[in-house]
């Protein structure tokens, strides 16, 4: 379609292939007292996003127990797809970047916040603190391509044993 932004076109995209046990994932955390050195030059202004939170039940031994399918265990967070849409960097060279910070007031939960440059400002997520899994295998992704931004990763499942 030829008359579809770009900006539909990202949303689009970041929508495909979105599962049962996703959710849209947009709960941002301000920023406070962040001076850009480039803000006279440039009017600064946040990305767009699409975020997904992926969650589903642990069926550990307590929950098998306790739980059956017709009476689940609360659903928890096992991991998150980020896509930030950084259409007009200035420098197309310099790579976004992301950076996992403690919450201040919970340390059950941390604070991930995107950085790129001008003309954006950071951009950032409160997401639950824990391990993650950093194997491609295992849906780990990490990558800037075509003006997006990917950050997708699971958490790491610990298995009981006696």
């Not at 849906?139 to 800037?144: H, K, S, V």
Request: proline share 7%; glycine share 6%.
């Amino acid at each position: 379609d030829a008359n579809e932004s770009a900006e539909d076109a990202f949303v689009r995209r970041a929508k495909e292939g979105m599962g049962q046990d996703e959710a849209q994932f947009s709960v941002e955390m301000p920023l406070t007292g962040k001076m850009y050195l480039w803000a006279d030059k440039y009017r600064p202004r946040k990305p767009r996003f699409f975020n997904r939170v992926h969650t589903g039940f642990e069926w550990n031994k307590y929950n098998q127990t306790h739980y059956d399918f017709d009476n689940p265990p609360p659903k928890i967070v096992q991991g998150y797809k980020f896509n930030i849409f950084y259409p007009d960097l200035i420098d197309k060279r310099s790579t976004p970047q992301y950076f996992l910070e403690p919450c201040p007031d919970n340390k059950d939960f941390g604070i991930l916040r995107f950085h790129a440059g001008p003309p954006y400002e950071d951009i950032a997520f409160k997401i639950v603190n824990r391990e993650w899994e950093y194997s491609h295998r295992h849906g780990f992704r990490c990558q800037f391509a075509n003006g997006i931004f990917q950050l997708w990763f699971h958490f790491k499942r610990y298995r009981y044993r006696r």
